[in-house]
């Protein structure tokens, strides 16, 4: 797996970031920030964790309530904890020896804006790969 460092994305406003991907054309820059948040939840794990976390009662969850959910050391969660951390999906606050997580939903909406179909534009028709013109 790759050791490089993510930018902290989704720290500013949703609106107009990112075109919505049916609008317009993403450049080449917002495509990369894009691909950064995706590639941090194209693991099992870390969906589930993020998952976890976003749908915790209050609003977040000790490190201690999510270790034990999974049949991973407690280093390898700190882990896939940190990569959503670098992503800009989750925020962490030290409270004694525990370490709390809170999603931040600005990243989410901002993933939700560009993957969403303006509204009142219709479906692209369907065409059969066999189908004569």
């Known amino acids: ?3 490089q460092e993510f930018a902290v994305l989704g720290q500013d406003d949703v609106e107009g970031c990112c075109p919505a ?12 920030d894009l ?26 969850v000790c490190v201690c309530d999510l ?5 991973l050391s407690q280093p390898t969660i700190s882990h ?3 990569l959503l951390k ?3 999906l989750i925020d962490s606050e030290r409270r004694g020896t525990w370490v709390y997580y809170r999603l931040l939903p600005q990243t989410t909406d901002r993933l939700a804006s560009v ?13 059969s790969a066999g189908a004569a013109s």
């Open 1 to 3: 797996m790759s050791k």
């Open 21 to 32: 991907l049916l609008t317009a054309p993403l450049d080449e820059d917002q495509a990369a």
């Open 35 to 60: 691909a950064k948040i995706f590639k941090a939840l194209g693991d099992p794990v870390r969906l589930r964790l993020l998952s976890m976390i976003a749908s915790r009662a209050g609003g977040e």
């Open 67 to 71: 270790t034990p959910a999974f049949d």
């Open 80 to 82: 896939h904890l940190k």
């Open 86 to 88: 670098q992503a800009g």
């Open 115 to 127: 993957l969403t179909r303006p509204a009142g534009q219709p479906l692209p028709a369907k065409t």
